[in-house]
């Protein structure tokens, strides 16, 4: 509180209590019209009376005189009533506290001492008068009759103690005005910190919904527009433009503008330097003491009205990505808080801006790695085609000299026109699966699912391969469920898968060996189980046999026709149903190749299955 | 009666590895080596089918069809494409232009004789 105010309150307290004084006075002199009364209420009326224009001038800025004054006019009133009261053994000495306690509160922290010092004469000068008689009607009026020689050392004493009371009481009233004013400043202190922490939350307020503007845009086209008015906005400059680097053009290029600026002014500043100025750091008001080119600059934006540039460079991770420049006028001064607070902006939108490079060049980068892709696959099916057309000759010829058109061949001739025929074949199917894979990595092979049962499924395959498997006396048998739900696949997809294992597994059996086929429903997805008494494979091979062109014993193999692409296409279209599979193999023993597919929700068209590509 | 049937096909090999084991199945065959014969050929004998080969120079497979099938004439005879375009959507742009049948090459020639007889 200030002292104004604290003397204005209790001027204030003081009238009323004059005021009340004077009422009380009046209903004294009623009881007892003695020569007491009438004393009491002339107190009470001039301490009512000169109350009055304290209050007056206090409130017209004189407070420190108001405040002497007011001590003064206490400590005449106390040593009135002490004279009035019996002089030196008054009781009433003990208001002496009352004008010391009012100038430890209202004045310098040396006057309580001072005031007490004075105290102490006004009653010593009291006890003198007394001695000498001088205050005839006082000692008449009270006060018992003391002995001479007891006299002074009662009154000693009592000065003495009245001393001691009036420092104590000045230093109490310091300890509080000091305390007091200590709480004052702490209390100022702790209102600056939380005003303090009140802006710098606004500032990361502003920050933080300022960013998520800027991330929301996804072209340099449409950020910079809006990042530049909003920054204007904050700092409540009207004129401005942002220039970003291209890097087509290796060059800074006008992206935005807010005011009347015109081309031809951003051109003269872009001319004069206004990139090179700065090109990192925090924002910037330029000076003459930037260099005699920037003196130059700012003499010749004066002459178009403007006072002040402001530089805030764009930069992330030492990448120059543009500038804001602000062309401030007249009354338009940025203050050091906000310029500070546009740092974080402007970084910010630096990182805003090196996004959306990064994602410009990923789009690049992505188009490039499609267009590669198209180009492979057309690749691919344009070799597909050129083999076809010499294979057709190799197989068509051999066939025809096969068929005995050109006449009787021999043994030998008949051996090696069908190891042709045979070869020529094998290049055949490994074009089409290389052609498969090409089609399912591409991602352009699209599932055609249906409902589909497993028990018409195995219908339509198991003819295809059980010439090969009776030719090596291999039994095949099938193990399904009666209630066994269809699934949900593409049919001729599906087929391939079973057709690929079981040509697997009838490959790798020996004579006189078993392959079955088994099914489970497992957890919404039916688990088909495809297991042979075969050579089994070893634990290291197990993790590659699903990988490209692997074959565990390529030698072996190759007079049994596979193209060692088999697994990969099988796994991948296993894959594309969403499901999994997998091999449980011991060497020697035989092999399992478990996997799965879903369930369907719709029950099987039995006329689907069967149906093979 | 022998039935008639014209194979057209730019590659001499193919031509002649079709048209011999036709011959040999006692067809009566007649040789083109472009779209554009293909079509003189067939309205000149009225054949009872037509193998066509859909890549070829002058006049190409597809023109052949859309013009064979366009015309009151010749539509009702059967067309089997033999192509080395294996690809579905090559499949597909066949039967679009109205192809009967289409066999991918290389093929082997029991299941050319058994394709072209399910036509006659």
Known sequence: MELREQLSEVITARVILGAALFVAGIAYRLFDPGALSLQLLITAMVFFAANVPFLYFSRRGHEELVSILMVALDTAIVTAAVIYTGGVLSSAAIFYVWPIISASLLLAPWTPYIVAAFCGLLYVGVWVLQEGNALVNASTITGPEFPKNWFPQTVGIRLAAFLLIALLTAMLGQALVRSNSELRQAKMRTEGQLEQMRLVNEQLRSIEETSQVFVQHHEAVSLMPEALAKLGRLMRISTGFALVYNENTEDFQLAARIGSLTDEQIDKLREAGIVQIRQSGPPHVCSADDGPEVAHLLRTIERGGYSEIILVPLTAKDHHFGLLCFLTSGSERVRPAKLSALGPLSSQLAVALRNIEFTEELARKNEELRHLDELKSDFMATMSHELRTPLTSVIGYSDMILSGVTGELNEKQTQFIESILKNGEHLLNLINDVLDLTKIEAGRLELNREPVDLRSALLGVLPIVKPRAADKRIKISTFLPTDVPPIDADPAKFNQILLNLLTNAIKYTHENGSVSVEARPKEGFIEIWVTDTGIGISQEDIDTIFQRFTQIDSSASRSQGGTGLGLAITKELVDLHGGEIKVVSKLGKGSSFVFTMPISQEPADHLAAGKIS | ?120
């Open chain 2, 1 to 120: 009666m022998a039935k008639t049937i014209v194979v057209a096909d730019d590659d001499p090999d193919i031509l002649s590895i079709v048209s011999m084991s036709l011959e040999t199945q006692g067809y009566t065959v007649h040789k083109a080596t472009n779209g554009r014969e293909a079509v003189d050929l067939t309205k000149q004998y009225r054949p009872d089918l037509i193998i066509m080969d859909m890549m070829m120079p002058i006049m190409s497979g597809y023109e052949a069809v859309q013009e064979l099938k366009a015309d009151d004439g010749t539509k009702s005879i059967p067309i089997v494409g033999l192509s080395a375009k294996a690809m579905a959507t090559d499949m597909e742009r066949a039967t679009d232009v109205g192809i009967d049948g289409y066999i991918t090459k290389p093929f082997r020639i029991a299941q050319v004789l058994s394709v072209i007889e399910g036509y006659l």
